[in-house]
């Protein structure tokens, strides 16, 4: 079966939100639990270190969608 991303269809966001919550549910676990530790410790490093890959992980997200 061959899918493609086509962004005018709902079918098509909601396929790919399922697989990207899937694959990537523990990263964004984890850079959750981050941040509000760091909200909590006020270190702004620790969000520095942790939002920078979420970030990358939801660009190339957007990339494979688009592709």
């Known amino acids: 079966m061959d899918f493609s991303f086509n962004p005018t269809e709902l079918g ?12 990537y549910w ?3 676990a984890a850079m959750c639990v981050d941040l509000i530790v760091a909200a909590v410790l ?11 890959p979420l970030a990358l992980i939801a660009l190339s997200f957007i990339t494979l969608m688009l592709m």
């Open 26 to 28: 523990p990263v964004v």
């Open 42 to 52: 006020r270190k702004r490093w620790f969000i520095i270190i942790f939002a920078v």
């Open 12 to 23: 098509s966001w909601i396929f790919y939100i399922i697989v990207f919550s899937m694959i």
